[in-house]
């Protein structure tokens, strides 16, 4: 071989080295860093989530990585061996940036599992339900995130915009019930759209956002508001995030529409549209759109002394529990936060309860937070721990070997989720499915 030749061979091969080389390592480092959170999750057993997540398709997967690349959640998504895989399902939060990134159309957001279903209000494309008028937008369909919110609730007004449909004598175009994230956006549209409406609230502007602990970080997307221009944000604070509210309101005007500490007391279909029962007025309306939480109620724990007084199912305040002894009940994100939160105030001695040994759902932040609070000694934990009864001055709970313990105790915090609204979603005949591991269709 001529030394010309030779020599072209060694620059190829160093040029070759220099630019594929580095490629390389980075993708082995990554893969090896998902296979290693892969173990983690495996061995903490979160792999049954409880709502929304991404599923992938072995079969059709090219392993472009670019669904692990958008999706701003840790280790929600990897690759390993080449294809895309779900690391840990219970960490996403349903922006669907994987579903529309992936150009072989190889992951889907789906609802549930094979062993655990969720259920939902039954909705079509345009979010009407099996109820012609009646639509639902927001968490309570299923997906949460204030972008997802927003996005649902523009395509929603949109659509009605563009409905034909003749009214009797004088009515509301939108009636529409909650003012979260959801609700405000539908009013917003609403307002953009030049349509006749009305919002309500059993509490006030900002829904289950208001009973957020302080400075608790809220995960949005970047998102253009009707009237008011585009939120760059993609992390804020509870408290930032109600005071850009509250400018949003004052600069649309859109707050002369809303009515807050009303509840919705159901409704009745009437030629055109419905009679709308609030706890202060009656309203017709040729639409009616739900804006609500999936949690109706707080799932109680159904024990004895869980009416006290000093029980609670939020925490909006930690500073006015100094110096006292608190349980807080639950393994999810709320609970961890209110007991970090709690655990931080002087004088405060916190116990975590939590029905299994360790946790599977959390956030990575939370998850390493309370990992160290527990090391550390602010947090107290009670692993496959159940509360048995509340007094006063002092809990009961059971532990993994069926023995009672009681312990001094000032208030207790409980969050162990929350309970569809059933009951009002059947009294409007709405239909509820149960969905296992089904897709969640994204426009």
């Known amino acids: 071989m001529p030394l010309e030749t030779f020599l072209l061979w ?3 091969l160093v040029l070759v080295l220099a630019f594929v080389g580095p490629y390389v390592w980075r993708h082995r480092r990554r893969e090896q860093q998902a296979r290693a959170a892969y173990q983690k999750v ?6 049954e989530p409880a709502s929304l997540h991404p599923e992938v398709n072995p079969g059709i997967c090219i392993g472009t990585g670019n669904c692990v690349a958008v999706c701003p959640e840790k280790d929600v998504l990897g690759l390993i061996q080449g294809q895309a895989v779900t690391i840990n399902p ?7 940036l994987c579903e529309r990134s992936c150009p072989v159309e190889a992951i889907q957001l789906v609802l549930g599992t094979a062993k655990r279903g969720v259920d939902i209000p039954r909705i079509q494309e345009n979010f009407e339900t099996n109820v012609p008028g009646i639509y639902v937008v927001g968490e309570l369909g299923g997906m949460g995130l204030i972008r997802n919110a927003f996005e649902q609730a523009r395509q929603c007004i949109e659509g009605i ?18 003012c979260g994230p959801a609700g405000l956006a539908a009013s917003l549209n609403c307002l953009h759209h030049n349509l006749n409406f009305v919002t309500i609230d059993k509490e ?3 829904g289950t956002v208001r009973y957020y602990p302080r400075k608790k970080l809220v995960m949005t997307f970047p998102l253009k508001v009707p009237g008011y221009g585009k939120l760059s944000f993609r992390q804020i604070s509870k408290e930032d995030l109600i005071e850009t509210w509250e400018d949003i309101i004052d600069t649309t005007g ?17 030629d055109g549209g419905f009679e709308v029962a609030t706890s202060k007025d009656t309203y017709r309306a040729k639409r009616i759109v739900l804006a609500i939480g999936r949690r109706g109620m707080p799932r109680k724990l159904e024990i004895p002394g869980e009416e006290s007084s000093h029980v609670a199912y939020s925490l909006l305040e930690p500073e006015q529990f100094q110096g006292h002894c608190i349980v807080v009940v639950g393994g999810g994100d709320s609970a961890i936060e209110a007991a970090l939160a709690l655990a931080e105030q002087p004088g405060t001695t916190v116990r975590l309860s939590y029905r299994k040994d360790k946790f599977s759902r959390l956030k990575p932040l939370n998850q390493e937070r309370i990992e160290q609070a527990i090391m550390d000694g602010p947090v107290e934990f009670l692993p496959s721990t159940n509360l048995t009864a509340i007094t006063p001055d002092t809990i009961t709970y059971r532990d993994a070997a069926g023995d009672e313990h009681t312990l001094p105790n000032d208030y207790v ?12 979603l059947k009294e409007l005949n709405i239909q509820i499915d149960t969905k296992f591991g089904e897709p969640l269709m994204l426009r």
Not at 90 to 96: E, I, K, N, P, W
Not at 254 to 270: S, Y
């Open 10 to 12: 060694i620059v190829a």
């Open 42 to 47: 495996q061995e903490q057993g979160g792999v």
């Open 90 to 96: 219970t960490h996403c939060v349903g922006h669907g």
């Open 161 to 178: 915009k563009s409905e034909k449909r003749k009214a009797m004598g004088e009515m509301l175009d939108v009636f529409i019930v909650g």
């Open 204 to 206: 006030d502007i900002g």
């Open 254 to 270: 859109v707050g002369e529409h809303i009515r807050t500490n009303e509840l919705f007391q159901g409704a009745t279909a009437i």
């Open 413 to 424: 915090f409980i969050f162990a989720g929350g309970i569809l609204p059933t009951a009002m």
